[in-house]
């Protein structure tokens, strides 16, 4: 794992030589030829899609590329299916330094700003030309890179709160769930049951994850990143808070931090959450389908509580062109990321995966409407983009997220004190910010 | 009074063995049970060990989730390969370097000790360009062109070369017998037991190699069971862990099949090497 994720770095850095040189050659070469041939030769034009999604979307996605090429004669598509969204960002960078990239892929949107700073994206405001604002302006915000559009929505996602309504009401409590902090707090401890000294339900519990720490940060009215993103701005109050606030609640024993290293612990959570050895739970919208498939009592769904304010960072992935392909490529691939995402196809991606519808006309559709008064729980999450912040996407954040959660994570064990973690991060990460 | 405390030793031994066994065991138990339940009854607290009603659909769903024919066959190109390219490589070299004597003879082995210290993650980005300078992208030779050369082979096999007594090659070469027969017919028959545990080592890796595969192919026709198996996981959102635990089973069903057959010899192995 350390490996990938410094091989990774390594091609970052790499890549942003070697396609400079490589880039030139093909706009010289290519700008004639290309364009000279789109109105004489009938041939379709062929564009590779590379994908991050397994099982159900995955097989959802391959279906939509198929309707695509079904619709459109002048394009075919070539979709493939590449691993997680980290290799398959190992892959795009690989491909391009060897000169056989897609020319479209999915990156997940704490990327995008490493991606764009190595130079492997294509500029889409010229080929917007003011379509972008069809997406809804909350899921926008990791599209842009030092004010260019590189990136359109796809499959996006938020964290959510997640109840056990059965529980809350076997307590006495409202529901609707909890609105605030303190809320969270007391209805937690509310739904703590002890047997003996041993702990049988928990009131709530959340991977230690960096993902829910952007949002309780978000929360507290913080950062963290500073504006020019050059520094960081986590040893502040909004900093600190999230930790006071999920040690306080660990040591009161009416939280629980699930054992396990990344998507093990977010297993773990959604396990206890099913067998109702918790009540209230953080994880995506993304799991929003197959936690009500596999739930045995009413699942609800609400924003993340507030502390000075709501707040929540989204995630998943955006729709990006590579800058080598040819202009021919682009166009076609320009045609393709517009279909994909729009409100057509936007509406029965969302249903059938749990992700964001991403138009604001496909939120606002008859079809969008009567799903969400069947289901509720789906609207919730897009109630919540009115205040959800984009995440940081320095080009070195990927390693800056490991060191804060690493400090976190030290917090959370009881290893080290809320300011001394806070400090440490932020030490560490200054460095990896001035790199 | 000694036999009573051998008996002693040996239950205590039996006992102790059964209890790391069963630790090792277990995963495998858990993957192989799971595979026969149905979803909610993975999610089941306290956890059932017998499934409740066996599932053998989830064999179905997940075999009918791509080409695995073409996976299954892929796998056992690419593992059945690079096995046989390094044998070829591996023999001859390690020949050389266990029983002749030329000029710079140990700056090329310790060159050759070199590239077993490198993790292929680290060299995936030089590698993969030549490959795509090649034209080999997206081939099963990208998947097994790479470790043809295999280091651990050359270096296991020296070491076992070497053990052969002088005599035997005196003997042979008295009887003007080539290096090349020697080479075959008396060196590798005698190291037998040493190369069934190396290609057994390096056939257990290769197939379950999912790194090298899923960076080198782009399409499902040239893709390997791990890839095939990877794609039934979602990136985020439930995982249908009862298929996923089905698709694993396919995946090392062969490979203990394998075990099994070459299993006498790799205990033959440790024996010839400890003596």
């Known amino acids: 794992m350390l490996a990938c994720v410094l091989s990774v770095t390594a091609v970052l850095a790499g890549c942003g030589g070697s396609k400079e040189a490589a880039g030139t050659n093909n706009q010289s070469g290519g700008s004639a030829a290309p364009q000279g041939q789109t109105a004489s030769a009938g041939k379709p034009v062929e564009i590779d899609f590379w994908y991050a999604l397994g099982g159900k979307n995955g097989e959802y996605i391959e279906k939509m590329v198929k309707d695509f090429n079904a619709s459109h004669k002048d394009i075919v598509v070539k979709p493939a299916y590449q691993g997680s969204y980290y290799e398959n960002h190992s892959k795009v960078l690989a491909s391009v330094s060897a000169g056989n990239q897609p020319d479209v892929t999915m990156v997940e949107v704490g990327s995008i700003g490493a991606f764009a700073d190595a130079k492997v994206l294509e500029d889409l405001g010229p080929y917007a030309n003011g379509a972008e604002k069809k997406y809804i302006p909350g899921l926008l915000g990791n599209s842009y890179w030092k004010d260019k559009l590189y990136a359109i929505p796809f499959n996006r996602s938020t964290p959510l709160l997640y109840l056990n309504r059965d529980m809350l009401k076997a307590a006495g409590l409202d529901p609707n769930g909890p609105k605030t902090w303190d809320e969270l707090r007391q209805f937690s401890e509310a739904l703590t049951k002890k047997e003996g000294d041993k702990t049988a339900t928990y009131g709530f519990s959340t991977a230690i994850d960096i993902w829910f720490y952007e949002a309780l940060v978000f929360q507290s009215g913080g950062k963290i990143l500073t504006d020019d993103n050059k520094e960081l701005a986590i040893n502040s109050e909004a900093g600190k808070a999230p930790l006071e606030f999920w040690t306080g609640m660990l040591k009161e024993g009416v939280m629980k931090a699930p054992p396990g290293e990344k998507y093990n612990a977010w297993d773990v959570a959604k396990q206890d959450f099913l067998n109702q050895q918790v009540g209230m739970i953080f994880t995506s919208t993304g799991d929003l389908r197959s936690l009500k498939e596999n739930a045995k009592f009413d699942l609800g769904t609400a924003f993340l509580p507030a502390n000075k304010n709501f707040g929540a960072p989204t995630g998943g992935a955006n729709l990006v062109m590579l800058a080598k392909s040819s202009d021919e490529e682009k166009k076609a691939s320009w045609e393709f990321m517009q279909w994909m995402t729009d409100t057509k196809q936007t509406i029965p991606f969302s249903l059938e995966s749990g992700y964001m519808p991403v138009t604001t006309e496909a939120v606002e559709s008859e079809d969008m409407k009567k799903a969400y008064e069947k289901e509720p729980n789906f609207q919730v999450a897009v109630k919540q983009l009115q205040y959800a912040s984009p995440r940081p996407m320095v080009p070195g954040y990927k390693e800056l997220q490991e060191v804060i959660m690493t400090e976190i994570q030290r917090a959370v064990l009881g290893q080290a004190s809320v300011d001394e973690a806070i400090q440490k991060a932020t030490e560490k990460g200054q460095k990896l910010l001035k790199k | ?275």
């Open chain 2, 1 to 275: 009074m000694m036999q009573v405390g051998r008996t002693a030793w040996k239950t205590v031994e039996w006992v102790l063995l059964a209890a790391v066994g069963l630790v090792f065991l277990f995963p495998f138990l858990w993957m192989f049970l799971t595979a026969f339940k149905t979803m909610p009854e993975v999610y089941q607290f306290p956890p059932t060990w017998w499934p409740e009603s066996w599932q053998f659909e989830n064999f179905r769903i997940a075999w009918s989730s791509g080409p695995f024919v073409t996976y299954v066959m892929n796998s056992i190109l690419v593992a059945g390969g690079i096995l046989i390219l390094q044998f070829l490589i591996a023999v001859p070299a390690a020949y050389a370097f266990a029983r002749y004597r030329f000029p710079g003879r140990n700056l090329l082995f310790g060159l050759s000790l070199i590239a077993l210290m490198i993790p292929s993650q680290v060299i995936f980005l030089p590698v993969y360009v030549e490959m795509s300078h090649w034209g080999l992208v997206n081939t099963l030779w990208s998947l097994i062109l790479p470790f043809g050369a295999s280091a651990f082979g050359i270096f296991l096999l020296r070491q076992s070369f070497m053990q052969v007594p002088d005599e035997v090659i005196e003997a042979a070469r008295l009887d003007s017998a080539s290096e090349w027969k020697i080479m075959w017919t008396i060196m590798v028959p005698m190291a037998k037991p040493v190369l069934v545990t190396f290609g057994l080592f390096s056939f257990i890796y290769h197939w379950n190699d999912y790194f090298w595969p899923l960076i080198m192919t782009n399409s499902d026709s040239v893709r390997t069971l791990p890839i095939g198996i990877s794609m039934l996981k979602a990136a985020e959102g439930g995982k249908q862990w009862n298929v996923i635990m089905a698709g694993n089973l396919i995946l090392v069903l062969p490979i203990l099949v394998v075990f099994f057959i070459a299993q006498r010899h790799i205990i033959s192995a440790f024996v010839y090497q400890s003596k």
